[in-house]
């Protein structure tokens, strides 16, 4: 379905398949996820404490300060077909933070959550039900980007997930008003309001003060080993913040940011993740 209802129906959509996929988990596999979440906050917690200091301390600055300094991602890398020329500009982009977004993305993609799924097969006279484990990336970073905002008493420029109403293009905001509004039970992130958008992250200009359109200097499309880059998710992010400029794509690792201890230059990681999952 073509035109604005498009996102609508997907968000629907996606809520209806997490709600069954919800019920279907046991009292102990809910209690696990939870466990892990927690776990995967304090792990990156311990390995971003100096970056999270950093960002105490410089709370006040733009984020487009920092984007001065950043060389953008790297285009000449492509994991399929045409996405260098085609999404170019987006993933050029410069971005605030991009080490601290690195390390995050690269703590995901290494030591993901993993949640048993069951799948039911049917064979010759018999209806055969199976768990496999699923491992959820973009889980593990979005809680990872969460767990420093809260360390940060909801003041990162880093917000994970911020919903948006399609249509009016306002933030949904929590208490306080730098916080997104979550509505989700175990898993914060779904279901999502419906008819809204949520960006994967979303960079604020001024932290200290709501992440509405406005004060939004970026948001990301992150995408991990296995997932590509799709012009409907970028359009519809584009519509969303007004402008292209205001959107930026990264992929996990060819885009991410290394700074070596010196912290007097950087590098790119070089890419290892273009198999599928």
């Known amino acids: 379905m073509p035109g604005p209802a498009a996102p609508i129906v997907a968000a629907i ?9 919800e019920a279907a988990m046991t009292a102990a596999e809910l209690a696990e996820m939870a466990a892990d979440m927690a776990r995967r906050k304090q792990q990156v917690l ?15 600055v733009k984020s487009s300060t920092f984007a001065a300094a950043d060389t953008g991602g790297n285009s000449t890398i492509s994991r399929r077909a045409g996405e260098s020329g085609t999404f170019r500009a987006y993933i050029e982009r410069r ?18 959550i993993q949640v048993p799924r069951r799948i039911r ?8 039900e199976t768990t496999i484990e699923v491992t959820l990336k973009q889980t593990t970073a979005s809680l990872m980007f969460e767990g ?5 008493a909801w003041t990162s420029p880093l917000k994970a997930e911020p919903c948006y109403n399609a249509g009016t293009r306002r933030a949904y905001l929590g208490t306080p008003s730098t916080r997104p509004h979550r509505i989700g039970r175990v898993f914060p992130f779904w279901p999502r309001p419906r008819g809204s958008l949520a960006p994967d992250l979303v960079i604020s200009e001024y932290r200290r003060q709501p992440f509405e359109v406005q004060n939004v200097f970026a948001a990301v499309e992150i995408k991990f080993p296995g997932d ?11 519509r969303l913040m ?14 991410c940011t290394d700074i070596t201890p010196g912290g007097d230059r950087d590098r790119r990681t070089s890419p290892s993740g ?3 999952r």
């Open 228 to 238: 590509w880059l799709q012009p409907r998710q970028l359009n519809d992010y584009t």
């Open 274 to 276: 273009n198999r599928r």
């Open 148 to 152: 420093v905002d809260e360390a940060l």
């Open 46 to 60: 311990q390995a971003m404490r100096e970056t999270i200091e950093k960002m105490r301390d410089e709370i006040d």
């Open 95 to 112: 971005l605030p933070f991009r080490p601290a977004i690195s390390t995050v993305c690269r703590l995901a993609l290494a030591i993901p």
């Open 121 to 128: 097969n049917r064979v010759p006279g018999d209806m055969v």
């Open 13 to 21: 959509w996606a809520w209806r398949a997490w709600r069954a996929y």
């Open 242 to 255: 007004g402008a292209p400029e205001k959107v930026a794509a990264l992929r996990v690792p060819e885009d």
